[in-house]
Nanobody
């Protein structure tokens, strides 16, 4: 099982980025996929999760209305469209597969499959 996140970069406040996660070794329908965010010096936070069964999604309040998670089962890809980026969105974004949504990052660390993370830097 491998998850490979990409698409990070350096952008300005208000810009958009789309993160991608290439998944191999598992079918997307059987898992939930999370984007977990870690700002410098802070705890990790699950900011979004999409269910494998019906594609429904959860969002943290910090990103609700600005970020959109999606997936393409045929391409084995999971995405995070990030709009209206803010300096507080600066950090590393991890793509994580778990059996269900609603897990804390610590639970996901124990139970999930993690990719290597991609860095996003938003300047003001």
């Amino acid at each position: 099982v491998q998850l490979q996140a990409s698409g990070g970069g350096v952008v300005q406040s208000g810009d958009s980025l789309k993160l991608s996660c290439l998944v191999s070794g598992m079918t997307l329908n059987g898992y939930a996929f999370n984007w977990i965010f870690q700002a410098p010096g802070k705890e990790r936070e699950t900011i979004s999760c999409i269910r494998g069964t019906d594609g429904s999604a959860n969002y943290a309040d910090s990103v609700k209305g600005r970020f959109t998670i999606s997936k393409d089962n045929a391409e084995n890809m999971v995405y995070l469209q990030m709009d209206d980026l803010k300096p507080k969105d600066t950090g590393v974004y991890f793509c994580v597969a778990t059996l269900r949504c609603g897990l804390s990052p610590k639970q996901a660390y124990v139970e999930g499959y993690w990719g290597q993370g991609t860095q996003v830097t938003v300047s003001s």
